[in-house]
């Protein structure tokens, strides 16, 4: 991956800066899983994935006065993780789901990051058109692994890794089945990350700098619509 970028820094007219990423890397991974129904009432699966990333980064940042900017580094990584969850139909009014995943996160720079993350879902079935939903879920979402720290650091303002964000999400959803293939259904949630994580974009680029927030609240609304044809 190779993003170019040419940029006017604010108060300084005079010059142009150059903005250069030229990435490459290699990544290996896998992943399984075993799901076995027992009966009409319970249901067991597990399972779990690895990937492993190497590459080279170099960036730099210059002008026409040839001041600049610029690091070449090496870069490994590494993403594991395995989850078990069962599904239990006790009544036909009802469902629940339980599941358990762990992760684990290496990158440049960071110590390992691990996590392990539960999961709950609810089923109320009020009729054969109509359901509620409740939904707990733990969630981890690494970085890309990369050595941007190194990239940071060059401009003297950033000391501290990106971080996986880890997220609690809590979600009610109504689902009603209209027939014909025509479903609706309206959720609400509300997600709370600490940290939170966003991708910061130089100019028009895809050059992408993973920034932490200490924390992000988000609430929503959702509906969707469902339109299909059944096929015998």
């Known amino acids: 991956v190779n993003d170019y970028l040419t940029v006017n820094l604010n108060g300084d007219s005079t010059k142009s800066y150059v903005v250069n990423q030229n990435r490459s890397f290699n990544t290996l991974g896998f992943r399984t899983k075993y799901d076995q129904k027992f009966s009409h009432q319970f249901g067991f699966a597990?399972?779990?994935n690895y990937s492993y990333t190497t590459g080279t980064d170099r960036f730099t940042f210059n002008n026409s006065s040839g001041d600049n900017l610029n690091t070449n580094s090496s870069y490994s990584g590494f993403d594991f993780g395995a989850f078990i969850q069962t599904g239990w139909h006790p009544f036909e009014w009802t469902r629940i789901e339980l599941g358990l995943r762990y992760d684990i996160h290496k990158a440049p720079s960071i110590l390992n990051q691990s996590q392990a993350a539960p999961r709950l879902k609810w089923s109320f079935f009020i009729d054969e058109f109509n359901s509620f939903v409740l939904i707990y879920d733990r969630i981890f979402m690494p970085t890309n692994i990369e050595n941007l720290g190194a990239v940071a650091?060059?401009?003297?303002n950033a000391s501290s890794p990106s971080l996986p964000e880890k997220d609690n999400l809590?979600?009610?959803?109504?689902?009603?089945?209209?027939?014909?293939g025509f479903n609706t259904k309206v959720a609400g949630f509300y997600k709370e990350s600490s940290p939170g994580l966003d991708d910061q974009t130089l100019g028009s680029s895809t050059i992408r700098?993973?920034?932490n927030i200490n924390q992000v609240r988000v609430t929503g609304l959702e509906l969707a619509i469902k339109i299909g044809r059944a096929h015998v």
Do not use: P, Q, T
């Open 209 to 211: 700098v993973n920034v």
């Open 46 to 48: 597990a399972g779990f």
């Open 170 to 180: 809590y979600e009610i959803d109504f689902i009603r089945n209209w027939l014909n």
């Open 153 to 156: 650091s060059l401009f003297g």
